[in-house]
């Protein structure tokens, strides 16, 4: 039985690290011990294990990747150290040359062989081990669904999109039924289900993965989802944690708050008499695992009178989004039958922009309520045409008060690029930094409400420009210098600036331009209020 170690750099992340949970079904099948951790272990831990995996995410990760992988290296030889995931492929003669690292898994995980095993399993065709999830503190907002791929790659080849030279081909995959059973049986059902395809309307399985939804209760309109008892799901988790010698200290900690926080629902006085007995029982007992398998029976049966029944839709999330040049009639009928939640689609160019209300009105027709949109900037496009695209949408939801929909405007950054500094041609620093700021105040959507989005964006693109060329403080705390006059003074003051002053002021904030070189008074006076924060301000009042 071998020892391993899966590493996740401490980065923040939405979503679990797929491609170690799937190594981890393959070593636990093997009756190897496993591990997860997220960041460097201490020394005391890593000398323990026969190997690490470490994934990688983003490009821009870059440094913090290797460093994580440097720290491994540092405690075990490099024999047993492998690197794999997306920065991992894109990178691989860097983190080659940086680290001397020789195991990088490039792309797929398609065969136990690459990492040295004779039996040649396809380890991405595996299911994924949720357990793993919990040996670490941190908590995935996207961790509580069941996660597939229904196929891999995509046919673009768009040069903005690293899926090419990590799925190169495109091809239907795994199986969904045995995928979601297998995630029910073992680890509790999930009310939802993410699926990580890159661009699904390709695929000519189109019809059966949505009769295989259908099959295991993903189905549009109908409420067939229920909760299970969190008792018989954690004491499962705990069973499982002991039999593969795991901790599971923590999760009787949970499960046991849990039980305290639930009693305030039992109404009836006979069973909150026996309720409590059960919670001091377990209080007492120093072998909490003997305590509450004792209690067990007793303890369903409350629950099961007094806990959340309520039947609920499934819902189905399209991760990477639904292609719109892609989404006929005939393919919108048939994903009718799943629920979808939100109903993803890319608006990456203003020239896609008939593409785009032609994709949405057919999805709308077909009953969709929930939308979102992913929105490329600083790539081929310019401020104008961003604010053009988000302006778009805000027309074309504002008469439908029966939906919700957000955009996620996302800033492009070349696939190779280790750092988020990329500047794109119609771009410049100030925009970009303005940019930034206005999507953490807005927590990085743009909602579908139109005095929401002109106060921060604008009512046309000369006051968009305006806000990006504005102090970033006076952005973040808009309502603050607009109270104080600031935003008014600042206002009066590069609107009597001249198109080449306006320039020599951008090139200033550019950071292109010394302050020693300017002499224009205009530009120096308008330049003084970008050294006002916002207590500075806030003493004013």
């Known amino acids: 039985m071998e020892k391993i170690l899966l590493v996740e750099p401490d980065y923040k992340n939405k979503f679990p690290p797929i491609g170690l949970m799937k190594i981890a079904s393959y070593h636990r099948r093997k009756k190897d011990f496993v591990e997860f951790y997220k960041g460097k272990a201490p020394y005391t831990s890593i000398i323990n294990f026969n190997r690490v995996y470490v994934t990688s995410l983003f490009t821009f990760y870059y440094d913090m990747t290797a460093d994580t992988v440097q720290h491994y290296l540092n405690y075990m030889h490099k024999d047993n150290v492998y690197l794999g995931g997306i920065s991992a492929t894109l990178l691989d003669e860097k983190y080659k040359k ?101 661009n699904i ?95 067990k029976k007793d303890t369903i049966e409350i629950l099961e009178k007094y806990r959340f029944k309520k039947k609920l839709q499934r819902y189905v999330d399209f991760n990477q989004g639904l292609d719109a040049r892609l989404l006929t009639k005939d393919k919108m009928r048939i994903m009718s039958n799943i629920a979808i939640k939100p109903f993803r689609l890319a608006y990456d160019s203003i020239t896609g922009d008939k593409m785009y209300e032609r994709a949405f009105n057919n999805a709308y027709s077909h009953g969709v309520k929930y939308f979102s949109n992913y929105m490329l900037y600083n790539y081929k496009d310019s401020p104008y045409d961003l604010w053009k695209r988000l302006h778009n949408t805000i027309l074309l939801y504002e008469n439908k008060a029966d939906i919700q929909a957000f955009s996620f405007p996302m800033k492009f950054a070349p696939i190779d690029m280790t750092d988020r500094n990329y500047i794109g041609k119609k771009w410049n620093k100030k925009y970009l930094s303005a940019m930034n700021i206005i999507l953490n105040v807005t927590k990085g959507v743009v909602a579908k409400e139109r005095d929401f989005f002109y106060e921060a964006f604008g009512s046309n693109e000369k006051e968009f420009i305006e806000i990006l060329t504005m102090p970033n403080e006076f952005i973040k705390y808009r309502m603050l210098f607009n109270k104080s006059g600031h935003i008014k003074i600042w206002k009066r003051k590069y609107n009597n600036l001249n198109g080449y002053e306006k320039n020599i002021l951008l090139k200033y904030l550019c950071g292109l331009r010394g302050r020693d070189k300017i002499k224009n008074e205009q530009i120096i006076s308008i330049i003084e209020l970008y050294a006002i924060t916002k207590h500075k301000a806030s003493s004013q009042k």
């Open 98 to 198: 940086d680290l001397g690292i020789d195991n990088i898994i490039r792309g797929q995980l398609t065969s136990s062989s690459s990492l040295g095993y004779k039996d040649s399993v396809n380890i991405d065709e595996l299911p994924l081990d949720y357990d793993i999830l919990d040996d670490v503190q941190y908590k995935y907002p996207a961790g509580d669904n069941i996660f597939l791929y229904t196929t891999r790659g995509c046919k673009r080849g768009c040069e903005f999109c690293a899926v090419s030279k990590l799925e190169p081909k495109f091809e239907d995959t795994n199986h969904i039924v045995s995928q979601i059973e297998t995630v029910r049986r073992k680890y509790g059902d999930k009310r939802n289900v993410l699926i990580m395809d890159n």
């Open 201 to 295: 309307l390709y695929s000519k399985e189109l019809n059966k993965v949505v009769e295989d939804l259908n099959s295991v209760g993903y189905v549009n309109n109908v409420l067939n989802y229920v909760e299970p008892n969190f008792f018989e799901v954690m004491i499962e988790k705990i069973k499982r944690r002991k039999k593969n010698n795991n901790r599971y200290d923590k999760q009787v900690e949970e499960l046991i708050e849990s039980l305290n926080k639930f009693k305030s629902r039992v109404t009836s006085k006979k069973l909150i008499k026996r309720y409590d007995e059960i919670l001091e029982y377990i209080n007492n007992e120093k072998n909490k695992i003997t305590a509450l398998n004792k209690v």
